[in-house]
C-alpha cells in the first residue's frame, strides 16, 4: 500500500514536466491521507491542481483489480490521474513494532503515481476533486519492507494514462505494467508516525533501533 508522500522540492516539478503547468506550492515533507496532493487529471488541460487523497474512503487501489471493482471501474475508464511526488514511505514489520522507511528514485528527481479521481462533497462543501493511488505488487528489492507498493508510471505509460479517451480493461493493464525507474530505499526516523512532523528531517537516514525522537 502506500500512506505516506512527499514532494520536497516542487520546483523542479517544471523542469523535469515541462509539458505541464504548476500551481506554486510549498514543499511537503509528511503528505498523508485526507490532505491535499497534487494531481492532473485525464483529458483536460495541462494544468496540476491540488485534490484531496482518498476517493470514496479509500486512499489506494488495487491494480490487479480496478477494472473489475464496481466503486473503480468506470474511473479507470474515463477518470484517470496523476499524483506528483519525489518519495512515498512505508513501513517494515519488525519483531518490536514497524521501521518506517523512505522510497525514492535514486537520483532523487520528482516522479508520477497512477492514480484514479472524482468529485464529491466532503464535509458540507460543493463538490472537490478527490483521489486513490493505484497499487501493485512491490519489486523484489522493496518487498522485504512491504509486499505492495504505488504504481510509479514511465514517461511513456504517463502519456497514455492521460489519454482524453475511454480505456477498455486490456489498455488500463498494459499502462500499469509499464513500470519505471530505480529506487532506493532507507531507514528514517519513527517521527514520521505523526502526521503533524512535516519537515526535511523526516527523510534524513537514521540507523535503527537507535532513533531520535522529535516528538
Known amino acids: 500500500m502506500c500512506g505516506r508522500l512527499t514532494l520536497t522540492f516542487p ?13 506554486k506550492i510549498a514543499p511537503r515533507y509528511n503528505i498523508a491521507p485526507s490532505q491535499p496532493v497534487l494531481a492532473l487529471a485525464s483529458g483536460g488541460e495541462a494544468a496540476a491542481e491540488e485534490m484531496l487523497w482518498g476517493m ?3 486512499i489506494n487501489a488495487r491494480a490487479e483489480t480496478i477494472t ?3 466503486s473503480f471501474r468506470e474511473a479507470a475508464r474515463i477518470r484517470r490521474a496523476i499524483v506528483f511526488a519525489d518519495g512515498y514511505y512505508e513501513w517494515r514489520a519488525m519483531g518490536d513494532g514497524k521501521q518506517p522507511y523512505y522510497i525514492r528514485r535514486i537520483d532523487g528527481e520528482p516522479f508520477t503515481f497512477a492514480a484514479l479521481w472524482d468529485e464529491e462533497r466532503v464535509s458540507g462543501e460543493g463538490p472537490i476533486k478527490t ?7 512491490a519489486t523484489a528489492p522493496l518487498q522485504e519492507i512491504h509486499h505492495r507498493m504505488p504504481v510509479i508510471l514511465s514517461s511513456g505509460a504517463r502519456e497514455r494514462w492521460l489519454v482524453p479517451e475511454a480505456l477498455e480493461p486490456e489498455a488500463i493493464h498494459a499502462v500499469l505494467n509499464d513500470g519505471a525507474y530505480e529506487l532506493e530505499s532507507y ?8 502526521v503533524s512532523n512535516d519537515d526535511a528531517r ?3 537516514r537514521v540507523e535503527p533501533p537507535h532513533q531520535g525522537s522529535f516528538f
Not at 520546483?11 to 500551481?23: G, N
Open 187 to 194: 531507514p528514517v526516523s519513527l517521527a514520521v508516525n505523526k
Open 131 to 137: 483521489c486513490t493511488l493505484i497499487t501493485t505488487k
Open 11 to 23: 520546483k523542479r516539478l517544471e523542469a523535469v514536466f515541462p509539458r505541464y503547468r504548476f500551481p
Open 202 to 204: 523526516m527523510i534524513e
Open 68 to 70: 473489475e471493482k464496481p
Open 56 to 58: 470514496g474512503g479509500n
